[in-house]
């Protein structure tokens, strides 16, 4: 039995992670998980699946819960040393990193210090610190194991070949505007960009996706996990959702991960492996399936991919600041402060404004971003 920690339990991630674990009780234990402010959602977990420890991101959060749960035996703490606790200080085998943004850095650092196994959906952390995420799992013995969809599939479809790969695909989408006509980007509405076609999905990460930054976000997540040079790491649009990413081998052969667009299948596969079980969510039918199509991504309507390649390609101190600028705007335009379509251009403006230097510790990353979110801030 697997002895589970979940970061950021009731999002989108988490609460998949726990219909897995409601689906195979006798293989997973939950032994501690952490939430923002959901309250209610929090505490049905608790009760259902009574781990021992409980962080919440505030004291008044924190107090009313325990109000609540006045009978039961779940140690409840807060703010970033409860989160700390609740990464590194339990008998987690496994940590599920699904906090969103650059908040989720720091437990995922002190999951990997403490030794556990990180199933990652935070992409944001191994953006921003991702050689020395990789560095620490190595000195510590232990692995990232991929929950985003995409890399999932290319994990699955790699089998530890990766000497004989020519390069890897990831899919995406092509979000609720892949055919928009750019000139109508300025009239989006934060209403419109949450509508993604084919993936129920958090607040940002469906931005994201509208964006394209979110598939930015993962070529620099595949470059730290796979070990390939960026132009081995490509993009295509693929608008059903069914291909997941696709691996091609030297030879020609082209290996693909097909599936439904079900968040449950890559965190089972992550949290089971090496082993498979059965899992809750639908299967497949593929009589049903009327096409599979792919295009090219129009980098000229989408230009938050180039800007991630970019970041990439420079390094140091640059894809921390893509992350925050990407963060802030995010925020904005939900908060209907920015048109969708300046989403980029405060990216750009970030990049443009940030002296590029080198970054050696996660202390460094943190100066970094807390630079970028006071700079634009101030705007």
């Known amino acids: 039995m697997k002895r589970l920690a979940i970061l950021g339990s009731t999002g989108s991630i988490g609460t998949s992670a726990l219909d897995v674990v409601g689906a195979n009780p006798d293989a997973f234990e939950v032994v501690a998980l952490a939430a923002g402010s959901n309250l209610d959602l929090l505490e049905q977990q608790v009760r259902r699946f ?5 962080s919440l991101a505030s004291e008044t959060a924190a107090r009313e819960l325990r109000r609540r749960l006045a009978s039961g035996r779940t140690e409840v703490t807060w703010g970033r040393e409860g989160l700390l606790h609740a990464a590194a ?10 906090i969103v943004g650059g908040a989720g850095l720091l437990p995922t650092m002190a999951a990997l210090s403490a030794g556990k196994v990180v199933a990652l959906a935070n992409k944001e952390s191994l953006v921003m610190a991702g050689e020395l995420m990789t560095a620490e799992a190595r000195a510590r013995g232990t692995r990232i194991l991929p929950v985003d969809s995409e890399h999932s599939a290319i994990f699955q479809c790699l089998n530890g070949q990766i000497g004989q790969v020519r390069r890897i695909v990831l899919t995406a989408s092509g979000g609720p505007f892949r055919q928009l006509p750019k000139e109508a980007f300025a009239r989006i509405t934060p209403e419109d960009a949450l509508r993604h076609p084919t993936w129920s999905m958090g607040k940002k990460i469906s931005i ?24 081995q790491v490509d993009v295509i649009v693929h608008p059903q959702s069914v291909v997941h990413s696709l691996v091609e081998y030297v030879d020609g052969s082209v290996l693909a991960q097909l599936g439904v667009a079900d968040m449950r299948v890559p965190i ?25 199509t792919f295009e090219a991504v129009d980098r000229q309507r989408f230009p938050c991919l180039d800007l991630a390649y970019e970041a990439a390609r420079a390094g140091g101190s ?36 940030h002296p590029h230097r080198a970054v050696h510790s996660v202390e460094d990353v943190l100066e970094v971003d807390r630079e970028v979110r006071e700079r634009l801030a101030g705007r």
């Open 50 to 54: 009574a781990p021992p420890l409980v």
């Open 89 to 98: 200080g339990t008998g987690a085998d496994t940590v599920v990193s699904a």
């Open 208 to 231: 994201d996706s509208a964006t394209l930054v979110n598939k930015g976000l993962e070529v620099i997540e595949a470059y730290w996990l796979f070990g390939l040079p960026l132009d």
């Open 268 to 292: 089972q596969y992550a949290l089971t492996y090496p082993e498979r079980c059965v899992c809750p969510a639908a299967r497949l039918d593929l009589e049903k399936l009327a096409s599979l």
């Open 318 to 353: 640059w894809p921390t600041v893509l992350s925050a600028a990407n963060e802030v705007a995010v925020q904005r335009f939900l908060d209907r402060r920015i048109g969708f379509d300046e989403i980029p251009t405060m990216i750009r403006k970030a990049l443009d404004a």
